[in-house]
């Protein structure tokens, strides 16, 4: 099943970084509704005629506000603040809230632990090239 928290309705996945609390969805409820950064904002054509901005991810009273529906904002998330934050630019705000890391994967996170080396608890970019290289015999291909 697809996340909804997404604004721009791809459904990304959330994940944790604790390989035991990967299928686990962290509560949006604990992050306030807000987007600044404004990433994957939609354009829609304001009452003036001129182009305006939204996210499925802000206040949903600024959302509706804006022509949304407050069906498509149920249960988004600002994707930018937390995939900065992954990268060390996450925000800190005056109330003192610190914008947490956001990881997030595909279709395919259930599958991750087949990277894992086995007995090792993390993998590397090595650990997957190694597998990709296996034929599905669990063989190494030929020449790599």
Same mark, same amino acid.
């Given at each position: 099943?697809?996340? *909804?928290?997404?604004?721009?309705?791809?459904?990304?996945?959330?994940? =944790?970084? *604790?390989?035991?609390?990967?299928? *686990?969805?962290?509560? @949006? @409820?604990?992050?306030?509704? +807000? #987007?600044? %950064?404004?990433?994957? *904002?939609?354009?829609?054509?304001?009452?003036?005629?001129?182009?305006?901005? +939204?996210?499925?991810?802000?206040?949903?009273?600024?959302?509706?506000?804006?022509?949304?529906?407050?069906?498509?904002?149920? /249960?988004?998330? #600002?994707? /930018?603040?937390? %995939?900065?934050? =992954?990268?060390?630019?996450?925000? =800190?705000?005056?109330?003192?809230?610190?914008?947490?890391? %956001? $990881?997030?994967? /595909?279709? /395919?996170?259930?599958?991750?632990?087949?990277?894992?080396?086995?007995? @090792?608890?993390?993998?590397?970019?090595?650990?997957? $090239?190694?597998?990709?290289?296996?034929?599905?015999?669990?063989?190494?291909?030929?020449? @790599?």
């Amino acid at each position: 099943m697809r996340s *909804r928290r997404s604004p721009d309705r791809s459904g990304w996945r959330v994940a =944790t970084a *604790r390989p035991r609390d990967w299928l *686990r969805p962290r509560p @949006a @409820a604990q992050r306030p509704r +807000r #987007c600044d %950064l404004g990433y994957l *904002r939609e354009a829609y054509r304001r009452p003036d005629g001129k182009v305006g901005y +939204r996210c499925a991810a802000e206040p949903v009273d600024d959302y509706v506000r804006k022509g949304g529906s407050p069906s498509e904002a149920e /249960g988004r998330q #600002c994707l /930018g603040n937390g %995939l900065l934050a =992954t990268i060390g630019f996450g925000q =800190t705000r005056r109330d003192g809230y610190v914008e947490p890391a %956001l $990881i997030t994967a /595909g279709d /395919g996170l259930v599958d991750v632990a087949r990277f894992v080396p086995e007995g @090792a608890r993390t993998y590397t970019a090595a650990d997957v $090239i190694d597998h990709l290289l296996q034929d599905p015999g669990g063989r190494q291909t030929p020449g @790599a």
